[in-house]
């Protein structure tokens, strides 16, 4: 049983300096996310041209909102969709080392609560709307407790964000994820 809380942020929706903003092509990591977690993920470049926030960041878990611009050719792509039509979806994400793994490289590497069914999106445009701070990384003894710690992040990412102010239309910035590149 976890003593870490059921929800984070204030029920008025996030505070300064939350939301944040994040962009890019989709990227491959290091290729453990579906592998060996079970928990597959889109990376995003760290870059602090793009992103100045980025190189300031805790490094931590973070959750919001990811607008995937998916390829027609992707099996979840609605065939009436327009070219530029951005799909929205509930999201976790970690940003930092992975002390796990003892990564040299800081990433972001993002976990949309959303069934793919295997299909991957490599290359999509994705942008992320970053709505709260979950917790700061850490290193885990064995990967079943990291995996539990990853599941335990997307159900508080999954219950902060079903509240009225947390959900995409509402946050401050919340139209910018759908908006034509």
């Not at 453990?32 to 931590?60: F, Y």
């Not at 909102?65 to 050719?73: C, G, K, N």
């Not at 079943?144 to 335990?152: C, F, H, M, P």
Request: aromatic share 10%; with cysteine.
């Amino acid at each position: 049983m976890s003593d870490r809380p059921a929800i984070v942020g204030a029920d008025a929706g996030p505070e300064p300096p939350y939301p944040l903003q994040m962009e890019g092509e989709v990227i491959s990591g290091f290729g453990r996310g579906s592998k060996e977690l079970g928990i597959p993920t889109a990376n995003l470049p760290v870059d602090a041209a793009v992103t100045p926030w980025i190189g300031t960041a805790t490094s931590g878990v973070y959750f919001g909102h990811a607008a995937l611009l998916l390829p027609d050719s992707h099996p979840q792509r609605t065939p009436s969709s327009s070219p530029s039509a951005f799909s929205v979806f509930p999201m976790v994400m970690s940003i930092g080392y992975n002390p796990f793994y003892k990564n040299t490289v800081r990433s972001a590497e993002v976990h949309v609560l959303h069934d793919f069914a295997g299909a991957d999106f490599y290359g999509a445009h994705m942008r992320l709307l970053i709505a709260g701070f979950i917790r700061e990384e850490k290193d885990y003894k064995s990967l079943e407790a990291l995996v539990e710690d990853i599941k335990t992040d997307c159900e508080v990412a999954r219950r902060s964000l079903d509240r009225p102010a947390w959900r995409h239309g509402a946050l401050k910035g919340g139209e910018w994820l759908t908006k034509e590149l």
